[in-house]
C-alpha cells in the first residue's frame, strides 16, 4: 500500500532499465589488444645494461708545454745580468702591457739584489705610470730586507707625490716583520699627513699578521696622537 501511488512510476523505470540492459548485452565490444613480448625481446631487455654518466677525465697539458719557457721574461733577465740599465730600456721599447711590466719586475729583482738605490733611482727618473709604481714597489721591498735605513734614507728624499707614498708604504710593510721598533721609529718621524697616515696603515696591517696585540695597541697610540694634535 506504500508504495501504490508510486506505481506506475516504477513500472516505467523499470521498462526504461530492461530496454538499457538488452541494448547494452547486444553490443560487442572487441577487447584492446594486450602486446605479446617475444622470448627474444625478452632476452634483449635482460641483457640491456643501465649505463651511468661517467665524469669527463681532465686533459692534461703536454709536458713540455708547462714547462716550456717564457722566451720574453729569459730575455729580459738575460739582458739584466749583463746591463740592467740596457735591459730596463730595451722593455720601454717593446709594446706596453702585462708582459713588459713583468720583465720589468724581473730586471728589478736582479738589479736591486746588486744595487738597490741605483735601480731605484733609474725607477724614479725614468720608469711611467703603473710600471713605476709596481717596480718601485717591488724594488723597496727588496731593498727593505737588505738595508732598510738607507731605503729609508733615500724615500725620505723623494719628491711628495705618489710615487713616494708606494715606496713609503712598501718599507713600513716589510720592516716591521724583522725589526718592529726601527720601522715604528721611522714613521713616527715622519711629519703629519697623507704620506704618514698611509705608511702608519701599511705598518699595522703587515704587523697585526705576525703580532696583533703589539700591533694594535701601536696602532690606538698613533691614532689618539693624529687626534689630539
Request: glycine letters at 4%; a negative charge.
Amino acid at each position: 500500500f506504500a508504495i501504490k501511488p508510486f506505481w506506475p512510476a516504477i513500472q516505467r523505470e523499470m521498462a526504461n532499465f530492461r530496454k538499457a540492459w538488452t541494448l547494452a548485452r547486444e553490443e560487442t565490444v572487441e577487447p584492446e589488444a594486450i602486446p605479446v613480448t617475444t622470448e627474444a625481446e625478452k632476452t634483449d631487455l635482460r641483457e640491456r645494461v643501465l649505463i651511468s654518466p661517467q665524469e669527463e677525465t681532465p686533459v692534461k697539458a703536454p709536458e713540455e708545454v708547462l714547462t716550456e719557457p717564457d722566451d720574453f721574461l729569459a730575455e729580459a733577465r738575460q739582458r739584466a745580468k749583463q746591463d740592467p740599465e740596457a735591459a730596463m730600456l730595451w722593455l720601454q721599447e717593446q709594446s706596453s702591457g702585462s708582459e713588459r711590466l713583468r720583465g720589468m719586475l724581473e730586471v728589478v729583482a736582479l738589479w736591486a739584489a746588486d744595487d738597490s738605490e741605483s735601480a731605484m733611482l733609474w725607477l724614479e727618473s725614468n720608469a711611467q705610470g703603473l710600471a713605476r709604481l709596481e717596480t718601485l714597489n717591488s724594488g723597496v721591498s727588496l731593498w727593505a730586507a737588505s738595508d732598510p735605513s738607507a731605503a729609508a734614507d733615500w724615500i725620505n728624499g723623494m719628491a711628495n707625490d705618489g710615487s713616494k707614498i708606494t715606496a713609503a708604504k712598501s718599507l713600513a710593510s716589510t720592516w716591521i716583520q724583522t725589526a718592529p721598533n726601527e720601522a715604528t721609529s721611522w714613521i713616527e718621524s715622519l711629519p703629519d699627513g697623507t704620506l704618514r697616515n698611509e705608511a702608519a696603515t701599511a705598518l699595522a696591517e703587515s704587523w697585526i699578521e705576525t703580532d696583533p696585540d703589539s700591533a694594535a695597541a701601536w696602532a690606538y697610540n698613533e691614532a689618539n696622537r693624529s687626534t689630539i694634535r
